[in-house]
């Protein structure tokens, strides 16, 4: 005879005991996490390298995740900064398995901060927990004034926004009013920066609100 | 392509529910999805169709999933609400933006039928 059975279990729930265990694992080594998403092309892998300037290469260090390729570690890698390369072959999205997966592959110590590059992709990323401390958007000046209003999960689940290509705004009729109102709409207490990758001082600012997280993650005075 | 690894994580979890109690013909699942995950319906019934052919303790089942809608309490007036327009998430009762999600941000599996 056919029976009910009751379950009642999240999906979602392996993942994020997984991603829970991980962002644990770096708290107890002092490690913030910040997950960098964004559509490709956006600046995310500028952004990691510039930001880099303002903290001591050995105490950062990368994931990258690609459909293919090692490019991005590469790049890393010019610079001093250690990188693993996740290649999702065709996946969407980074998952906390991967980052699992990555961080057996990484020396934790002497390291403050980890920088998780997930796959280009303004839709995707979005609502997958990886173990992140922070989230953050890199969205660019060229991909247009409509992104917030169009692909708005990514920013209802970020902490800071980065308005990327500023330099650019004029050459591109970014409307900065519109974007502004859209994003304050779906998450008005979200931080939004405004970057070059030729303003040093934007980069600063980025590279003192990431620290003072840190700080405030660990109730650290350093 | 995005639904197809949560499709996968769905036919994994009901089958350990069912081996755990020992149902070898199930014949109807019920799951919810919040309206604010990336995950659409359509394309989760449509990956299970496809992968339940290759998949003996599934083949005849069917998956049916209610939406759950988003609702979230306001911090400032401390009113609970549903959402009424999706990404517009604010207090409906004092238009603050300073809310908690309460609710649709999960797919959960909720029931199985069979023998």
């Known amino acids: 005879m056919s029976e009910k059975l009751d379950i009642d279990k999240s999906v979602l729930s392996e993942n994020d005991k997984t991603a829970y265990k991980i962002s644990e694992e770096l708290k107890e080594n002092k490690i913030l996490a910040v997950n960098v998403m964004g559509s490709p092309g956006s600046g995310k892998t500028t952004f990691i390298e510039k930001i880099s300037d303002f903290f001591n290469p050995e105490e950062i260090f990368v994931i990258q995740g690609d459909l293919e390729s090692d490019v991005d570690k590469k790049r890393m890698e010019k610079k001093g900064i250690d990188a693993y390369q996740i290649n999702t072959h065709g996946g969407c999205h980074l998952n906390a398995d991967m980052i699992k997966n990555s961080l057996e592959n990484i020396d934790l110590k002497s390291k403050n901060f980890l920088f998780i590059e997930n796959v280009g992709n303004l839709v995707c990323p979005a609502g997958i927990r990886i173990g992140q401390h922070l989230n953050v958007v890199v969205s660019s000046t060229t991909e247009g004034s409509d992104k917030p209003k169009k692909y708005p999960v990514i920013f209802l689940n970020s902490d800071l926004v980065l308005i990327s290509k500023y330099d650019l705004s004029d050459v591109v009729d970014f409307n900065e009013n519109k974007y502004l109102k859209d994003i304050r709409n779906i998450k008005n207490s979200v931080k939004i920066l405004k970057i070059s990758k030729n303003d040093k001082k934007s980069i600063k600012e980025c590279a003192e609100f990431i620290n003072k997280k840190r700080r405030n993650l660990f109730n650290d005075a350093e | ?115």
Not at chain 2, 22 to 37: C, Q, S, V, W, Y
Not at chain 2, 49 to 60: C, T, V
């Open chain 2, 1 to 115: 392509m995005h639904e197809l690894s949560i499709t996968k994580k769905i036919i994994e979890m009901i089958e350990k529910e069912c081996s755990k109690n020992n149902i070898k013909k199930p014949d109807k699942i019920h799951a919810e999805i919040g309206e604010l995950t990336t995950y659409k319906k359509e394309p989760i019934k449509y990956y299970f169709d496809i992968l339940k052919k290759e998949n003996h303790l599934l083949k005849k089942a069917d998956i049916d999933m209610k939406i759950i809608n988003g609702k979230i309490k306001c911090k400032d007036c401390k009113k609970e609400n549903h959402i009424k327009e999706k990404y517009l998430i604010l207090c409906p009762e004092c238009g603050s933006g300073n809310i908690d999600i309460l609710d649709g941000e999960d797919i959960r599996l909720k029931q199985i039928e069979g023998e």
